[in-house]
T-cell receptor, first 110, second 110 residues
Framework: GQNIDQPTEMTATEGAIVQINCTYQTSGFNGLFWYQQHAGEAPTFLSYNVLDGLEEKGRFSSFLSRSKGYSYLLLKELQMKDSASYLCASLGNRDDKIIFGKGTRLHILP | DGGITQSPKYLFRKEGQNVTLSCEQNLNHDAMYWYRQDPGQGLRLIYYSQIVNDFQKGDIAEGYSVSREKKESFPLTVTSAQKNPTAFYLC?????????FGQGTRLTVV
């Protein structure tokens, strides 16, 4: 089976840094996606990690540890527009399924 | 302009009617996916397809059907057997570590 856990909600302050964690347990693992979803809209792709380590893309970075079944999304220099849900999803290596966690709703305070 | 298109954005149907949601992509992606999202919830996998003329059930396939006659197209039919069809339906396509969503179709059954 597959299980993906991430915190339900987080709050951070404009200009600060926030780390959103994701743990996964899957029967076969290929890689891990992160998406951003604003209320009422479709998710937009942020990153895909297949190798261990940190990948940086501007203000957003994503980290993966395959041995620990753990990933995080790091958002720097937070802006009000970063208020959204952040979705973690695993890609299976046997069946090509993409399974999502329930998402983390991030609130940014001025 | 490459992308994935879902239509329509909003759809209303009477209870007991079947309805088909369209999903088209011109990204030349092999894999396509259908998800359902209920208010405040995560994405749940309905069906997915890895290649043309082949598809597999996801976690909540009951009451839904799909076809994959062309690489570009993966329509989803919500049948009258689906007990709670009102939801936000999202289609995605993937090639390797690139997986993108369409804008979604918000279906309301009255």
């Amino acid at each position: 089976g597959q299980n993906i856990d991430q915190p339900t909600e987080m709050t951070a302050t404009e200009g600060a840094i926030v780390q959103i964690n994701c743990t996964y347990q899957t029967s076969g693992f290929n890689g891990l996606f992160w998406y951003q979803q604003h209320a009422g809209e479709a998710p937009t792709f942020l990153s895909y990690n297949v190798l261990d380590g940190l990948e940086e893309k501007g203000r957003f970075s994503s980290f993966l540890s395959r041995s620990k079944g753990y990933s995080y999304l790091l958002l720097k220099e937070l802006q009000m527009k970063d208020s959204a849900s952040y979705l973690c999803a695993s890609l299976g290596n046997r069946d090509d399924k993409i399974i999502f966690g329930k998402g983390t709703r991030l609130h940014i305070l001025p | 302009d490459g992308g994935i298109t879902q239509s329509p954005k909003y759809l209303f149907r009477k209870e007991g009617q079947n309805v088909t949601l369209s999903c088209e992509q011109n990204l030349n992606h092999d894999a396509m996916y259908w998800y359902r999202q209920d208010p405040g919830q995560g994405l749940r996998l309905i069906y997915y397809s890895q290649i043309v003329n082949d598809f597999q059930k996801g976690d909540i396939a009951e009451g839904y059907s799909v076809s994959r006659e062309k690489k570009e197209s993966f329509p989803l039919t919500v049948t009258s057997a689906q007990k709670n069809p009102t939801a936000f339906y999202l289609c995605a396509s993937r090639l390797g570590g690139q997986a993108f969503f369409g804008q979604g179709t918000r279906l309301t059954v009255v």
